[in-house]
Nanobody
């Protein structure tokens, strides 16, 4: 069974940093393309970043240069380092795995406010 535990969200001031974690159960993780998505208040869910099984990374234009996606296959965990946070980064952040289907985490709230 595919399960995720997301953590690291919270309240941060503009310009601050947070690191999100997505810990996965099972050996599927290292064979999965992993991604982060977010859903701002009253908006649709949007793609943030992707990391392939080989470690190739891609980012949405809105976070490029500020966010870094990474993975540790030994720990079955994916990360999102978020720097220079802006109020418009406020959202529920979700991790997703693509492995013969899509599997989503439960989400973690990130609020950027002074």
């Amino acid at each position: 069974q595919v399960q995720f535990v997301e953590s690291g969200g919270g309240l941060v001031q503009p310009g601050g940093s947070l690191r999100l974690s997505c810990a996965a159960s099972g050996s599927f993780f290292r064979r999965s393309v992993m991604g982060w998505y977010r859903q701002p208040p009253d908006k649709q869910r949007e793609w943030v970043a992707t990391i392939t099984t080989g470690g190739s990374r891609s980012y949405s234009d809105s976070v490029k240069g500020r966010f870094t996606i990474s993975r540790d296959n030994a720990k079955n965990t994916m990360y999102l380092q978020m720097n220079s946070l802006k109020p418009e980064d406020t959202a529920v952040y979700y991790c997703k795995a693509n492995y013969f289907g899509e599997y989503w985490g439960q989400g973690t709230q990130v609020t950027v406010s002074s």
